[in-house]
């Protein structure tokens, strides 16, 4: 049981270049979410997926777009990064969407140059 | 705009000793309010969940206190270890689909 598991761990890209972090949970969970964590500012949500083949913007979504693949696994794309972007990206997941309690990832550290 | 304040950035404290972190919020109607440990290169892990209409919580050495009067939430620790040393955050949850509102954290460290 690994719970959520994120790939890949580190990346450097340069601006302009795309990419797509992949996430995948085994715990059978139905939502799942992809939050930014940037120096003293928090985790923000950028896209949330309530339950399989729906999804929906959250605080900071400009410059992404999300897959729910199917029930495990939920990917994120930037399609054209900015520095802006760099920053660390977690997947997380949830039973339910109104279940609070979130299970995080380990997380993608993203630097874009 | 909604608005979460954790204590400060960085707590110190002597191995034994209970810690306090506090979370003040505004602008916010949570039906949960939750805490999180994240140590350094991890992503946060789930420590206590407590509900609007519950004062306090309590889970081996953690205890959580709410008061949405005071729109403020108390993380302790007692009888801290080094091992207790990482960042704590909180983070507010209105119940709905989204909204999952983090503090930008506190780091405690436990001295020995």
């Known amino acids: 049981n690994a719970g959520v598991t994120q790939t890949p761990k580190f990346q450097v890209l340069k601006t302009g270049q795309s990419m797509t972090l992949q996430c995948a949970q085994d715990?059978?969970?139905?939502?799942m979410y992809w939050y930014r964590q940037d120096p003293g500012m928090g985790l923000r949500l950028i896209y949330y997926s309530a339950s399989e083949g729906t999804t929906d913007k959250g605080e900071v979504p400009n410059g992404y777009n999300v897959s729910r693949l199917n029930k495990r696994e939920f990917s994120l794309r930037l399609e054209s990064a900015a520095p802006s972007q760099t920053s660390v990206y977690f997947c997380?997941?949830?039973?339910?969407?109104?279940?609070?309690?979130?299970?995080f990832g380990p997380g993608t550290r993203l630097t874009v140059l | 705009s909604q608005k979460i304040e954790q204590n400060s950035e960085a707590l110190n404290i002597q191995e034994g000793k209970t810690a306090t972190l506090t979370c003040n919020y505004t602008?916010?109607?949570?039906?949960?309010l939750q805490w999180y440990r994240q140590d350094p290169g991890r992503g946060p892990v789930f420590l206590l969940l407590i509900r609007e209409n519950e004062k306090e919580k309590r889970k081996e050495r953690l205890k959580v206190t709410f008061d949405t009067t005071l729109k403020q939430s108390l993380f302790h620790i007692t009888a801290s270890q080094p091992a207790d040393s990482a960042t704590y955050l909180c983070?507010?949850?209105?119940?709905?689909?989204?909204?999952?509102?983090f503090g930008s954290g506190t780091q405690l460290t436990v001295l020995p």
């Open positions: 715990m059978n969970h139905n939502s």
């Open positions: 997380a997941s949830s039973e339910f969407s109104g279940v609070p309690k979130k299970v």
């Open positions: 602008n916010y109607s949570p039906a949960y």
């Open positions: 983070a507010l949850d209105d119940g709905s689909a989204r909204q999952l509102t």
